[in-house]
């Protein structure tokens, strides 16, 4: 592929996904919209609905995505492991750097991200490094924040219950009412735009009063991501699509959930914000990268 093709291909892949956050970004900054029930709506309802039917579809074979879910633990793991050092060494709360190196946005940008590189049959995967990431803040990150929270409540949570459910139904072949699978299907596309329309709207709240944390984490997290993406290709032997994927997993920026964890726990939240959105911005630098890499 030459260097035009290229790049005219990697602006076909960001462009929807960067001009719908910035719609959100725009549209924010004229009418300051209250995103709260929004938000509810689609952790609650469009999210679980996309992923039950990712999982749910008649291709989905849990044993064949098995390594990429292992190959997505372990580079959240170390990214994670890396963190608590450094956070020591910059004088900084753990508890404030860790979960934004660790906890990756694997939904509002990996989710259409990988569909629009690799298409629509991509998504299974694309769900289950999601799944792993979310599961992973559901109770790890909690846990980090909280050490009362209780994880065998964590199949309450609708995604994790829609995952477990989408996988019962994958595993023991049992038949959906097709009408059911468009609803739930129709459902869940719902999610992603509205995923990058509200990190748009999150992004009007950029500040840069923690500007040097926030500039060093977002240049961190994703080249520390895609180093460790690397060994850990090498070591599971991944190859192809799923090898590609991780590597782009490994260069995702940190995930907005984690400014509302913090928030919820009064972990320094105006300084996880600005890591947080920071890193997001810097996501318009890394991500055309690691797809040039991989593409």
């Not at 956070?87 to 989710?111: D, E, R, W, Y």
């Not at 991200?113 to 629509?120: H, I, N, S, T, Y």
């Not at 998504?123 to 559901?138: D, G, K, Q, S």
């Not at 192809?240 to 997993?249: E, I, K, Q, S, T």
Request: with cysteine; net charge positive; charged share 10%.
């Amino acid at each position: 592929m030459d260097e035009q093709s290229l790049s005219f291909r990697l602006l076909a892949i960001l462009f929807p996904i960067f001009g719908i956050v910035a719609a959100g970004f725009f549209y924010a900054r004229q009418h300051k919209p209250e995103m709260a029930v929004a938000n509810r709506l689609n952790m609650d309802v469009f999210v679980p609905a996309l992923v039950f039917a990712a999982m749910a579809g008649k291709s989905f074979d849990l044993a064949a995505y098995a390594p990429l879910a292992l190959g997505g633990f372990l580079v959240l793991a170390a990214c994670g492991l890396l963190a608590w050092p450094l956070a020591k060494l910059a004088g900084i709360q753990p508890k404030t750097l860790v979960p934004p190196m660790l906890f990756n946005n694997s939904g509002n940008i990996g989710l259409p991200l990988a569909v629009l590189a690799w298409g629509d049959s991509a998504l299974p995967a694309a769900v289950i490094l999601f799944m792993v990431e979310n599961t992973l803040h559901f109770s790890f990150g909690a846990r980090l924040l909280d050490p009362t929270t209780r994880l065998l409540t964590l199949w309450r949570i609708p995604v994790v219950f829609a995952a477990i459910a989408g996988l019962a139904v994958a595993l023991l072949k049992i038949p959906v009412w097709t009408p059911l699978v468009i609803a739930i299907k129709m459902l869940g596309d719902v999610s992603v735009p509205l995923l990058l329309f509200a990190l748009g709207v999150r992004m009007t709240d950029v500040t840069f009063s923690e500007w040097k944390v926030a500039v060093g984490s977002a240049l961190l997290r994703p080249l520390a991501g895609m180093l460790i993406a690397l060994g850990v290709i090498q070591l599971l032997g991944l190859q192809g699509r799923d090898a590609a994927m991780l590597f782009v997993f490994g260069a995702l920026p940190p995930a907005v959930l984690n400014f509302l964890f913090a928030e919820r726990y009064k972990q320094e939240p105006q300084r996880v914000a600005s890591i947080v959105l920071i890193g997001n911005l810097a996501a318009l630098l890394f991500l055309p990268l690691a797809l040039a890499y991989v593409l």
